[in-house]
T-cell receptor, first 113, second 115 residues
Framework: QQQVKQSPQSLIVQKGGISIINCAYE??????FPWYQQFPGKGPALLIA?????SEKKEGRFTISFNKSAKQFSLHIMDSQPGDSATYFC????????????FGKGTTLSVSS | GAGVSQSPSNKVTEKGKDVELRCDPI?????LYWYRQRLGQGLEFLIY????????KSGLPSDRFSAERTGESVSTLTIQRTQQEDSAVYLC?????????????FGEGSRLTVL
């Protein structure tokens, strides 16, 4: 069964600290792994994404680390800011056209100032 | 408007009533998705439309749920004989092309409360 497991469910980080959110998947056919960010009352928005041909992708303060053999990937937020406080969802999909993204259950991040 | 538009933004209904939720995707986006987000939960896939292909209905939780899309335009999600467990935010998303690697653009959702 296609599934993406995300942890932790919630996270509190001090301003300037590093936030780390982890995801694990089961389906080895998954080949696209995005992270979405959702603020209260808004729809999720794409933050950063990675494909399994690379082990790391960095965009500004956000980095995805990917471990294909362990079937795990993680989001690192460096120098976390109060404005980063949101819910973060990892997701995955296969290479088959017409397949929907499967999302994790989300991590609520609170960055204290 | 430039984004995905959903209506109504909030809907309160009585148990047993039917509800319709509407989604206007971004113009030119061929793929359209419906997800359900229960309080404190992740995004649960419901249904996916891609152009004129048969929709992927594998995520619909019961036969009380159905959705339609006319061409590459508006979609309607219908829930018949609503139950309290149907209370959730229903999110619609569209993308330029279906399949892997396509960024999903989400609307702000329709919050359904079943009393």
């Amino acid at each position: 069964q296609q599934q993406v497991k995300q942890s932790p469910q919630s996270l509190i980080v001090q301003k300037g600290g590093i936030s780390i959110i982890n995801c694990a998947y089961e389906n080895t056919a998954f080949d696209y792994f995005p992270w979405y960010q959702q603020f209260p009352g808004k729809g999720p928005a794409l933050l950063i994404a990675i494909r399994p041909d690379v082990s790391e992708k960095k965009e500004g303060r956000f980095t995805i680390s990917f471990n294909k053999s362990a079937k795990q990937f993680s989001l690192h937020i460096m120098d976390s800011q109060p404005g980063d406080s949101a819910t973060y969802f990892c997701a995955a999909s296969t290479g088959q056209a017409g397949t929907a993204l499967i999302f994790g259950k989300g991590t609520t991040l609170s960055v204290s100032s | 408007g430039a984004g995905v538009s959903q209506s109504p933004s909030n809907k309160v209904t009585e148990k047993g009533k039917d509800v319709e939720l509407r989604c206007d995707p971004i113009s030119g986006h061929t793929a359209l998705y419906w997800y359900r987000q229960r309080l404190g939960q992740g995004l649960e896939f419901l249904i996916y439309f891609q152009g004129n292909s048969a929709p992927d209905k594998s995520g619909l939780p019961s036969d009380r749920f159905s959705a339609e899309r006319t061409g590459e335009s508006v979609s309607t999600l219908t829930i018949q004989r609503t139950q309290q467990e149907d209370s959730a935010v229903y999110l619609c998303a569209s993308s330029l092309a279906g399949g892997p690697g396509g960024e999903l653009f989400f609307g702000e959702g329709s919050r359904l409360t079943v009393l």
